[in-house]
């Protein structure tokens, strides 16, 4: 186990508050915290957004006009705005500058004429000549420096913060100790932590700008490097704790295997079967399963669930099926009752709805181990919930649940078996950078007799042609959803709320019986919803993106969704998911703005265009970009800021062969030349690093 070895002064320096520096007062220190910014060293790491180099170009966004001051007056715009005007004369004509805001002393004090004055801004015309609005005067001397752009905090000047930074700067860097080991910067030829920093706060040169916009300054490609690194090495460490660990060996029994495919409702796909020959391959080895299944909507992964737990039951283990919402657990358990009372296996189901007197039953039954499969909700995270022998865990829409809440689970058994299910595609070019912890299987075909959905796009004048198109399919006695993206009226977003549009739509649909859902609404009262919406007469289910996952109603043939731009790719593609799954002709009406964006219409095109989700994803990240892709936290990705996984591929590469030579040679970081990586984790993850077998 290697010695952690902390730096004294660092502590006692780069670890105090940010009000250490000179002239942050509570106001300040607040505006830094709202950034992010709490000590020392957050402000060394909060590094520029952009870069000004300050010289007389044209063609920047902002450039430097040099010239004489001849005079100066106020002058009135058409709208009767004042606005202070003064005149200079350049080597090639002449120029103006402009205050709207001015006074008696500025900025006429600071103008001398026939002084020479260097002029810095966004350059514009006015009146016919090049002009600056509130222009930044500047020394000569100034002329050809670099300028760091910075975000700055609320009530704090640019040129405070550049004296913050300089003093941290100035107390802290060398305190800084470096967070890759020294082989690894020879081995690219990376400069150190120190040089890096001061690399990326002051570039010097203009020719170093442009190769850190570009990305490829090495001080640039280190912190590139370093961020996919460590992602890399949490997950290879992981995922050698689970090979490590002992875990059930179970028998797949063919006898089984085969009473179990005379229940079955229906035939397996190819990619159904290899899936499942992935997972006994897994179950039989007497190492802990950590496998993750990604299907498109509707491709059956649940059935593979279903099947592999089965398996684990009749070797005399129990099974969790833990589900992200209640109306999906209850879903899955209705699916479940039918498909395992053929089997003879006792199914229950779990939530937070449940009463506390059934409540204790229920944990009671389990734990004498009267109960073989459990499906529930985060209710069965808790920790009175106990097992006799379990043995298999499964998780539904796996991003939902955290790290921690995983490892409770499995905590509640002796090194379970875990699958891992999701319907939101990531694309194939990530998945060793998302996935590198866990063996990843997809089911790349829909089961037959699907016929794919027919997608339509609307503008928002054509919403009665598209409600037209709606009424006739539900006169062939189907049912439809309307979606939209809020509960409530937003005057901000002017979106169009579920509730509003729910009057709107019974009114249009006056013969038809419309109902309501939202995530507001209490637990019971949307099961009562959708259950009528699935087994009653009601026609219509106007809707949030409640129903985006797993909610099943074969009835439903259409689906329209307003504001669809507003939707990314993959909420869309999982919403459409909500109808076609019978083998009845479907479809998805996509109703937009008139005012639509060319990146909105580019979404829209992509969906008319793919139908496949990995498709879909891929075309998704390459609009967005990773930062809106990930950035509702549902991947468990962490924040990049340097990285970016469509771009870096060929680093993450490298990244990988490096993590795995590492801990082929090391597995638990203890030679004296890795003391670097292990230090730094146990300054990452903190209580956390006893997961990745290093603790």
Known sequence: MPDIKHNQAAFSLINESINKLHGIGEKSQAGFNRLKIYTIKDIIFSFPYRYEVLIPDVHNEKSVLAGTFINSGIVRTHRGKSIYKAVFKAHNGYFSCLWVNFNTNYPSSLLHTDSMYYMYGPVTKFENMPSIFHPEIINKEDIGKIRSIYTVPAGVTVAAYRKFLKEALDKGLKDISDTLPEYILDKYNFPNIKDAIKTLHYPETKENVESIVNRKHPAYVRFIYEELFYLQLVMQLKRKTYTKGIGIKFNIDKEYLEEINQIMPFKLTKGQKKVLLDIFNDMVKNKQMNRLIQGDV????????????????????????????????????????????????????????????????????????????????????????????LGFIIADEQHRFGVHQRKILIDKGYNPDILLMTATPIPRTLAMTLYGDLDVSVIDELPPGRIPCITKAYKASQLTNAFDFVEKILNDKKKAYFIYPLIDESDKLELKAATQSYEEVKKYFSGKKVGLLHGKMKPDEKRQLLHDFKYSDMDILVSTTVVEVGVDVPEATVILIENAERFGLSQLHQLRGRVGRNDIQSYCLLVSSDKISEYGEKRIK???????????????????????????????????????????????????????????????????????LYNRLKEMYKDSTSYFGIG
């Open 298 to 389: 509707g491709s059956g992964k649940t059935i593979i669930a279903f099947i592999s737990a089965a398996v684990a039951v009749h070797n005399g283990y129990q099974a969790v099926i833990l589900a992200p919402t209640e109306v999906l657990a209850e879903q899955h358990y209705n699916n479940a009752e039918k498909f395992f009372s053929k089997l003879n296996i006792n199914v229950c189901l779990l939530t937070g709805s449940v009463t506390k007197k059934n409540k204790e039953i229920i944990k009671d039954r389990l734990l004498q181990g009267e109960i073989d499969i459990i499906i529930g909700t985060h209710a069965l995270i808790e920790e009175d919930v106990e097992f006799k022998k």
């Open 606 to 676: 992509a969906m008319l265009e793919y139908k496949d989700g990995f498709k879909l994803a891929e075309a998704d990240l390459e609009l967005r970009g990773q930062g809106d892709f990930f950035g509702t936290k549902q991947s468990g990705m962490p924040d990049l800021h340097f990285a970016d996984i469509i771009k870096d591929i060929k680093i993450i590469q490298h990244v990988k062969n490096d993590v795995t030579e590492i801990l082929e040679e090391d597995a638990d970081l203890s030679m004296k030349k890795n003391n670097i």
